[in-house]
């Protein structure tokens, strides 16, 4: 993957960008967001054109950043490097861009005014990735959903816009908006419990494992016993007390893009009640909603939206 974002980044046509060449950047992101997220590319669509296309900027640029700490974990350093040099590159303006998926991102950034510290932020967080490979506590994981997901949702609210922008609404908006990242990204580990041990990382909090009498050994050799189901279980009801706080606060946002934080929203606390059905087998089955079900989800996505709060 990261191989082919470099040859298309480094196209001689982004060497000097113009009009055509963002049309170009922006088609790209475009690609990227439909092959990598089908819920996050179904759930965009409800957005009006210029601001879904901002939006799937800001997810290719996300998903470019964490491509790059996947596909080169193995060499800490030249990761630190590859990463040093996004970050400073993602600073610049939109015309000095030279890859495609920047040029995109921080055309956004300058077109909404979204602070750079979240896209900091969100580096800083697939930094993490590199030398993290375990967290102690929730309230460690809760920091790294933060940084790599919650940003996502600051950002998009800037895309977005919020009915009032007095200070206390914006800060209650933020702080939903942090509440729904953490939830997504929680949503994240607990479907992809296996992938991740793949990669030799355990995201669930080991406080939690030793809670429930449930070792490293066990999620190794893939048990899946009532110790196991207590553990997804009470891991699967924190994200969705998470879902019930921010939920409420779709009301604050402008009202074109209400449906699709909340497709985003319920698609996403969707994929807990597949776990649930597999049978919390996170190792062998991997839990998704088909275009159909989500099809299925429309009409209490509607009403949801324009009444936020959760039946």
Same mark, same amino acid.
């Given at each position: @993957?990261? =191989?082919?974002?470099? $040859?298309?980044?480094?196209?001689?046509?982004?060497?000097?960008?113009?009009? *055509?060449?963002?049309?170009?950047?922006?088609?790209? !992101?475009? =690609?990227?967001?439909?092959?990598?997220?089908? $819920?996050?590319?179904?759930?965009?669509?409800?957005?009006?054109?210029?601001?879904?296309?901002?939006? %799937?900027?800001?997810?290719?640029?996300?998903?470019?950043?964490?491509? @790059? &700490?996947?596909?080169? $974990?193995?060499?800490?350093?030249?990761?630190?490097?590859?990463?040093?040099?996004?970050?400073?590159?993602? %600073?610049?303006?939109?015309?000095? +861009?030279?890859?495609? &998926?920047?040029?995109?991102?921080?055309?956004?950034?300058?077109?909404?005014? &979204?602070?750079?510290?979240?896209?900091?932020?969100?580096?800083?967080?697939?930094?993490?990735?590199?030398?993290?490979?375990?967290?102690?506590?929730?309230?460690?994981?809760?920091?790294?959903?933060? !940084?790599?997901?919650?940003?996502?949702?600051?950002?998009?609210?800037?895309?977005?816009?919020?009915?009032?922008?007095?200070? +206390?609404?914006?800060?209650?908006?933020?702080?939903?908006?942090?509440?729904?990242?953490?939830?997504?990204?929680?949503?994240?580990?607990?479907?992809?419990?296996?992938?991740?041990?793949?990669?030799?990382?355990?995201?669930?909090?080991?406080?939690?494992?030793?809670?429930?009498?449930?070792?490293?050994?066990?999620?190794?050799?893939?048990?899946?016993? $009532?110790?196991?189901?207590?553990?997804? +279980?009470?891991?699967?009801?924190?994200?969705?007390?998470?879902?019930?706080?921010?939920?409420?606060?779709?009301?604050?946002?402008?009202?074109?893009?209400?449906?699709?934080?909340?497709?985003?929203?319920?698609?996403?606390?969707?994929?807990?009640?597949?776990?649930?059905?597999?049978?919390?087998?996170?190792?062998?089955?991997?839990?998704?909603?088909?275009?159909?079900?989500? *099809?299925?989800?429309?009409?209490?996505?509607?009403?949801?939206?324009?009444?936020?709060?959760?039946?």
């Amino acid at each position: @993957m990261l =191989e082919l974002l470099t $040859s298309r980044a480094n196209a001689p046509q982004m060497r000097e960008p113009h009009r *055509l060449d963002l049309e170009r950047a922006f088609n790209l !992101c475009e =690609e990227i967001t439909r092959d990598h997220s089908k $819920s996050f590319h179904f759930s965009t669509r409800f957005l009006p054109a210029d601001k879904r296309r901002a939006i %799937r900027a800001l997810y290719a640029f996300c998903r470019t950043t964490d491509d @790059m &700490v996947d596909v080169l $974990s193995h060499n800490v350093t030249e990761t630190r490097c590859h990463l040093d040099s996004w970050r400073l590159a993602s %600073r610049l303006s939109a015309e000095q +861009q030279h890859n495609p &998926v920047l040029a995109a991102w921080t055309q956004v950034r300058e077109q909404y005014a &979204v602070p750079q510290r979240y896209a900091e932020e969100l580096i800083d967080g697939c930094e993490m990735d590199l030398t993290i490979s375990r967290y102690e506590t929730w309230e460690q994981l809760r920091h790294y959903c933060y !940084c790599v997901a919650s940003t996502v949702g600051l950002i998009s609210m800037h895309i977005i816009g919020l009915v009032r922008t007095d200070p +206390q609404s914006r800060a209650t908006a933020e702080a939903a908006a942090i509440d729904l990242g953490v939830a997504l990204q929680l949503t994240n580990i607990l479907r992809d419990v296996g992938e991740d041990l793949q990669r030799g990382r355990i995201y669930l909090p080991l406080e939690d494992l030793r809670r429930f009498n449930y070792t490293e050994d066990d999620l190794k050799r893939h048990v899946v016993d $009532s110790r196991f189901r207590s553990l997804m +279980q009470f891991e699967i009801q924190r994200a969705r007390e998470l879902y019930a706080q921010s939920l409420p606060a779709v009301a604050m946002l402008r009202s074109e893009g209400r449906i699709a934080v909340t497709a985003a929203a319920v698609l996403y606390r969707g994929i807990l009640n597949k776990i649930e059905q597999n049978g919390y087998d996170v190792f062998t089955r991997r839990a998704y909603l088909s275009y159909a079900e989500k *099809l299925r989800y429309m009409p209490y996505i509607l009403r949801l939206a324009f009444r936020p709060t959760l039946a």
